[in-house]
């Protein structure tokens, strides 16, 4: 579970297992000092690859249950439950290919009861990840198009990209700087014209090489935030549990919690499929 961005929420997957997400956020960049590493000592590629697998593959599979606080910005407030499972996918031999399952089942407030948000996510660049919503006052499965993976997750500040995470093949880092505790990253998006920001900055702690905040900009304008607010050790595992979502411009935010995390706890392959959409498996939610 470590990226964030691929690195969320963010810890959602390594929170989220739990995610969310992409977990990074950021405040004012300064040059690095004396005393704070050489840059280019350090192997960019490498640095990024251990930060995605620590932010979203910890353990094999995982469970965590989550509660998110969306506050607008006119200060009303609204509540999000739901349940999260993640699985990693394996090959023949048993090896990590990269891909990844997702079921979050959602459980308050009334309104949103029964509904589920289901992803495939492909390690590939050629594979676009798969994600469906089910939405049961419809007995409908809507699928996520891909062009709409940076919008709005359930009326949240999280966005589905948030949640199932952003592959780093999809940008281009470099070294920005380093703090005595932080490695301080730009990342630059390869196809830009895919997404809203020009470019975001993640920090991801020396110590963990856990993704604890980033800034998304346009340009000169730092419009977005995400950070991992609270971090614990859970099983050996650095984990985010409690992670929020900045709305930079209009002061609106959202909050997520985690709860009862938990990991390679043998999820079955079977449950990650169309059918736990309209029947949950129960023994795993609950």
Not at 68 to 96: P, S
Not at 119 to 130: F, I, M, N, T, Y
Not at 175 to 192: D, E, G, I, R
Request: with cysteine; net charge negative.
């Amino acid at each position: 579970m470590y990226q964030i961005k691929k690195l969320f929420l963010l810890g959602l997957r390594n929170a989220a297992l739990a995610s969310v997400s992409c977990v990074f956020a950021f405040g004012v960049l300064a040059a690095p000092q004396a005393g704070e590493g050489d840059n280019t000592s350090v192997d960019v590629n490498a640095l990024v690859q251990k930060a995605e697998q620590v932010a979203y593959y910890a353990g094999n599979d995982g469970r965590s249950m989550a509660r998110m606080l969306i506050v607008d910005d006119q200060g009303r407030k609204q509540m999000r439950q739901f349940t999260i499972l993640r699985k990693d996918v394996l090959d023949g031999e048993g090896k990590d290919t990269g891909d990844q399952q997702m079921l979050v089942f959602f459980s308050r407030p009334t309104e949103v009861d029964g509904t589920v948000f289901r992803v495939e996510k492909h390690a590939s660049l050629s594979q676009d990840d798969d994600r469906w919503l089910y939405l049961p006052a419809l007995d409908l499965v809507k699928r996520i198009a891909a062009g709409d993976k940076r919008t709005s997750f359930v009326g949240s500040h999280f966005f589905y990209e948030d949640v199932s995470g952003r592959a780093i093949a999809q940008d281009s880092f470099e070294m920005f700087s380093q703090t005595p505790s932080h490695y301080v990253l730009k990342a630059t998006p390869k196809a830009p014209d895919t997404v809203e920001f020009s470019h975001y900055v993640v920090e991801i702690d020396k110590s963990t090489y856990l993704p604890t905040t980033i800034n998304f900009f346009k340009g000169e304008e730092n419009y977005r935030r995400v950070e991992a607010v609270t971090v614990e050790n859970i099983q050996g595992f650095p984990t985010v549990v409690r992670s929020k979502v900045s709305d930079l411009v209009s002061g609106g935010y959202t909050l997520m919690e985690f709860r009862g995390v938990q990991y390679d706890i043998d999820l079955p392959e079977a449950i990650f499929s169309e059918r736990s959409l309209r029947v949950p498996p129960q023994a795993y939610i609950n």
